[in-house]
């Protein structure tokens, strides 16, 4: 079969996906290890028994739904590669507005925050992106999975900043509170868990549960992490927090910061499709 009938073939098989022609380009590319713009001078070309086979092996799983992602074992995010398994979330393009926020505020500041210290970091991708973008801060990246540390960490070593940047392993911000050092003045940043299970649809069901829901409801995850930063003494506490929120319940979380930190100030940011996206919260030290 040549590559300009494979093109055809796979995009029929994918006619209810939201993309036919980006996935099976990019699924093609990966199997015959060459660049998706080479596939059309080369669609006179043939595919091997071996390669054809895989082609449609992942055009059928693509049909139940897999992402794209997890079948090529990467994703482009913030203009690198990182690499992903059923471990990590699908790095979002939305969440490249957290990681712009993030240089932002860390330039405005002159960089004299203590350490940016990431919840929740998945793959890396935005712990690495800053780390590229700003090479001279001090950045921790915790996650609550081991697993998807594993791939945090790898994507760093195959970046060549598995020196510079710190991972730990645990839930929100207990492993740091033995080291209250590093939590004062910082800045904590988080894409946390914070669809709505009517949310949960059928292409996202691939994806960790933990990195998509949080079983105690959409707000908990937030809830408890305002309430670890109210329980620091106000010396030791954060700097801001700058946090990927669901515009869906945007309101009742400043509601809930407000009642936590009732000092603290509230900015709420929208994305390029005019969603409430982000949501800066500057602490006093006063704040109790
Ligand atoms: C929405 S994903 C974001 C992953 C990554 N930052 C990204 O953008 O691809 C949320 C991440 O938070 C982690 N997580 C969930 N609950 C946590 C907790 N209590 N403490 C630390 N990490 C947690 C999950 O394992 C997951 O990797």
């Known amino acids: 079969m040549t590559i300009g009938r494979a093109l055809k073939i796979g995009q029929r098989l994918l ?3 939201t993309s036919p022609i980006l996935d099976t380009e990019v699924l093609l590319s990966y199997v015959l290890d060459c660049a998706r713009t080479n596939l059309i001078t080369k669609s006179k070309l043939g595919l091997n028994y071996r390669q054809l086979v895989k082609f449609l092996y992942l055009i059928l799983k693509r049909r139940l739904n897999w992402p794209v992602a997890y079948l090529v074992g990467c994703k482009e995010f913030y ?86 940047l710190e991972f730990i392993a645990g839930d929100m911000l207990t492993p740091l509170l033995e080291h209250k050092n590093c939590l004062m003045d910082s800045l904590i940043i988080a ?45 030791n506490r954060p700097r801001a927090l700058i946090l990927e929120i669901n515009p869906l319940t945007s309101d009742s979380l400043v509601t809930l910061i407000k009642n936590i ?14 969603f409430k996206r982000i949501l800066t919260v500057s602490l006093a030290k006063n704040n109790e």
């Open 79 to 164: 203009g690198r590669n990182f690499v992903v398994n059923k471990d990590v979330l699908v790095p979002r393009p939305a969440s490249e507005l957290l990681v712009e926020e993030t240089i932002d505020l860390v330039k405005r500041l002159a960089n004299q925050q203590n350490y940016v210290i990431e919840i929740g970091t998945g793959s890396g991708c935005i712990a690495i992106s800053l780390m590229f973008a700003l090479p001279q801060t001090k950045i921790i990246a915790t996650d609550i999975s081991s697993s998807a540390l594993k791939i945090a960490r790898l994507n760093a070593k195959n970046y060549k900043i598995n020196h510079q």
């Open 15 to 17: 006619i209810n996906s």
């Open 191 to 235: 894409n946390p868990p914070y669809l709505l299970p009517s949310e949960i649809t059928k292409t996202l069901r691939f994806e960790p549960k933990i990195a998509l829901l949080d079983g105690a409801g959409s707000l908990n995850w937030y809830k408890k992490l305002f309430s670890q930063i109210a329980g620091l003494t106000p010396t």
């Open 261 to 274: 930190l009732p000092l603290c100030q509230v900015d709420v940011k929208n994305d390029l499709s005019g």
